[in-house]
């Protein structure tokens, strides 16, 4: 079966961005993509204990992966009637851009493992965070382990920041 390209627009705060659906891409594929036992593993080593666990706390009900302009993948996740949710990109290069909202919290925590493009939030995922309106903070938690291999930030974000919105470079402690 031939693979099709279907452009899917997203509208945020931020203006319009395009990102691609492959069509061979399917909620059960980001499942297995997302619970595969090589990634957990690396999210387990790489993220505090913490943000671990209420990352994987959320992946419950999947949506269709997205394929990103530069190559990466964006899946996203949510837990059934709550308002909380995981998201993650995977860059072919061994990035990792994560995301989660908890319930009952105003906080959607990001985690990276890139070295070169961790000032400021990925694109994809200031989109995630707008889904859940204009009264969350988006906090910086660092990851255990960096990726410090050079590379340009093209692709990895360049829009403007999000109005009405605030952003926090902030530690999350262990609990």
Known sequence: MKNIIYPILLLSTVGLTT??????????????????????????TQLKRIDYNNFYSNLEDFSAPYT??????FYEARRDNL???????????????????????????????DGSCNEEVHD?????????????????SNPTKINNMSHDCKGVYGKPLLKNRSF????????
Do not use: W
């Open 68 to 73: 990103l302009k530069n190559g990466s993948k």
């Open 83 to 113: 308002n909380s949710a995981s998201a993650i990109v995977i860059d072919p290069q061994g990035y990792f851009y994560v995301a989660y909202k908890m319930p009952n919290s105003n906080n959607i925590t990001y985690i990276t493992n």
């Open 19 to 44: 990102i691609c659906a492959n069509a061979t891409d399917t909620i059960a594929s980001a499942r297995i993509t997302v619970l595969d036992r090589g990634l957990q593993s690396q999210l387990q």
């Open 168 to 175: 926090e470079r902030a530690h999350i402690k262990d609990q």
């Open 124 to 140: 994809a995922i200031k989109v995630f965070a707008n889904t859940f309106g204009e009264n969350n903070k988006i906090i910086f």
